[in-house]
T-cell receptor, first 114, second 111 residues
Framework: DTEVTQTPKHLVMGMTNKKSLKCEQHMGHRAMYWYKQKAKKPPELMFVYSYEKLSINESVPSRFSPECPNSSLLNLHLHALQPEDSALYLC?????????????FGQGTRLTVV | QQQVKQSPQSLIVQKGGISIINCAYE??????FPWYQQFPGKGPALLIAIRPDVSEKKEGRFTISFNKSAKQFSLHIMDSQPGDSATYFC??????????FGTGTSLTVIP
């Protein structure tokens, strides 16, 4: 099983809503990542969790709040988002962090903020 | 500062032709160079990857050529097919750090 599963696939939310994105992997990977991707752009790293601890926060606004409940699950809690936050949010995992081996990406959640 | 520079931004190739995408980097500490393929609305999927101890790696129709002295690497897609139409990202990383992605190449293979 080399799959990273993200739910939901699509999400439309208002600027005052609170929602969460979920990510799950069962490959035994100890590093999990959140990326944001705008159309026709490369993925931009947001957060890295290594062994369930936050290792990297790329100066992401506090309206994005990550959580790693266990080694298989990663959540991204969203609150008071702006329309410019609309993007494809990608979860990824790799065996370890620091990383120099394959990272597996999920299919992404297409987020639209209205 | 763009750690990995990728060209061209877009590429149109006839079916059966060779698609070539180039990437260049400056950080000599990079030691892992993957290529990702991304279809619209999907996440990136690893296509092929290389480490600097080899100059070429081939998997089916996909080949990475790596030039350590020039700090360049390229993806060659032989016998390009319409199903190869996607966006391709090169990337680089080194132990202790994250992946740095290139800016992406949109490939269109015309039947």
């Amino acid at each position: 099983d080399t799959e990273v599963t993200q739910t939901p696939k699509h999400l439309v939310m208002g600027m005052t809503n609170k929602k969460s994105l979920k990510c799950e992997q069962h490959m035994g990977h100890r590093a999990m990542y959140w990326y944001k991707q705008k159309a026709k752009k490369p993925p931009e790293l947001m957060f890295v969790y290594s062994y369930e601890k936050l290792s990297i926060n790329e100066s992401v606004p506090s309206r994005f709040s990550p959580e790693c409940p266990n080694s298989s699950l990663l959540n991204l809690h969203l609150h008071a988002l702006q329309p410019e936050d609309s993007a494809l949010y990608l979860c990824a995992s790799s065996q370890e962090f620091p990383v120099n081996t394959e990272a597996f990406f999920g299919q992404g959640t297409r987020l639209t903020v209205v | 500062q763009q750690q990995v520079k990728q060209s061209p931004q877009s590429l149109i190739v006839q079916k059966g032709g060779i698609s070539i995408i180039n990437c260049a980097y400056e950080n000599t500490a990079f030691d892992y160079f993957p290529w990702y393929q991304q279809f619209p609305g999907k996440g990136p999927a690893l296509l092929i990857a290389i480490r600097p101890d080899v100059s070429e790696k081939k998997e089916g129709r996909f080949t990475i050529s790596f030039n350590k002295s020039a700090k360049q690497f390229s993806l060659h897609i032989m016998d390009s097919q319409p199903g190869d139409s996607a966006t391709y990202f090169c990337a680089a990383s080194h132990t202790g750090n994250q992946f740095y992605f290139g800016t992406g190449t949109s490939l269109t293979v015309i039947p």
